[in-house]
């Protein structure tokens, strides 16, 4: 999964990215209103979220969610506002926004809100499974047969793309990104690494992997059981 925060107060800002990133979700940074507005419409970057600044430098949050929907972008987008007036609070969602959080807030709440979002994209899966593995998203935990798998926060990306993408198979350019930010230099051959290290970690000694390569294309997960 991969967000875009766009927020000019560096504190809040480092704090958001570095949550986010724990969580294993891909993070880009935009600090001011412009440079939000051009990576949010930039077509290399499909984003599952957008965090909008509602008082930004350049541009403001509420000129950035317009454009983005005047685009036709159906990107779920959370108004961070230090507004909190009901008035604001609705305008924020007039403009298209499908929530807003009120600064301060608790990295726990807004992680939840981000969940909630995501759940109602993708149809409320929250738990994947493909032969003896099991994914909990919200949980963030991977079992297999029942016992829990330590995983780095980038396996569990990788993994968690690959199985909400179960039975297709996931192109290199595309786990790139989705996975790793924008900061990541396009060299796909990192899959590869995360790759053989989610089979030594998931893989059934003498038995099938769980993932297969699909030659020159990239990866995929069966359906099959
Ligand atoms: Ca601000």
Redesign the pocket.
Known sequence: MRLLIV???VS?ANFLCEGLEEEGFAVDLADNGKQGLQLALDSINEYDVILL?????GLS?IEICRNIRRENKTVPIIF?T?KDTVDDAVFGLETGANDYIRKPFSFEELLARIRVLLRTKENEVVVFGAGNIQMDIEKHVVTKRGRLIELTQKEFALLEYLLRNKGKVCRRTRIIEKVWDIHFDYDTSVIDVYINALRKKLDETGEPSLITTVRGVGYKIETVE
């Open positions: 927020e000019d107060e809040i600044d509602w008082m930004l430098p949050g961070l230090a």
